[in-house]
């Protein structure tokens, strides 16, 4: 559809180019844009101990937020590597997304030869961090009862028999002996069986790269609304955990290298 057949496209260009003129850029024209609407309210502490961050977008700015400070704030003599991800929510299938090749381009500069990349992502585990799905006590029939995770009782550990999520009986046993060491309490998220499950970056990475991968997250109430829900000490507990992975002096399962890559 062209510009003149759709109004709504037509006064949102007619704002930009009147944008530049009040910025004092002359003789330029607007000849196409993106729009993305977001809250600006300032996210809050709410509750009655400020038990609760109350934001928008906290899936996923909350994970890539506490994974940059986790390595900034570690003492590590090992090799870390975040990676933020573009695209996450909406399918990952583009050049800067998860199923592009961007991460692939990286390690392979870093490694350029075939065996020392293959042996640097077997010597190797990635966490992928992603908000999980909390008991809402007004919807406590969506989640399994066994196995719903509680906001302020520490990281979930996603589970999902179908690869929906990428952890296994290995890097769950490893995260869960990390958190016990710096003493994170660790929570369990298995979508119920007769309901669709969501996914996130670690199943897609596992598959393009073959390293080993876990998934985890903090609970929230109201993910992907614009204003989402997730606690406090949660946001402690996930920083702690991943802080320990960082500092890591080697994998327990790895049989290889004297220090790993994490």
Known sequence: MSIAQDPDARDFKSILNQALIDLGITGAEVLDFEICCYDTQPPALIGLDSDFIASARLDN?????????????????????LICNDHEEVGSASAS???????????ERICPDARSISRMVANSMMISVDNAHGVHPNYSDKHDENHGPMI?????IKVNSS??????????????????????????????????????????TAKELGVRTLDI????????????????RDTDYLYQSLKAFCELASLSTSTSDNTDNH
């Open 152 to 156: 302020n009782k520490g990281p979930v």
């Open 97 to 107: 997304g998860a199923h592009g090749t961007f991460l692939k381009s990286v390690l």
């Open 217 to 232: 997250g903090v609970p929230t109430f109201a993910m992907h609304s614009i204003r989402e829900l997730a606690g406090t």
């Open 61 to 81: 700015l909350l994970s890539c937020y506490v994974g940059c400070q986790a390595i900034i704030d570690s003492d590590s003599l090992v090799s870390n590597l």
């Open 163 to 204: 690869q929906r999520y990428a952890s296994n009986s290995e890097s769950a046993a490893l995260y869960r002996h990390l958190c016990n060491q710096v003493s994170v309490p660790v929570q369990s998220f298995v979508v119920r069986s007769d309901m669709a499950c969501g996914t996130t970056i670690g199943p897609i």
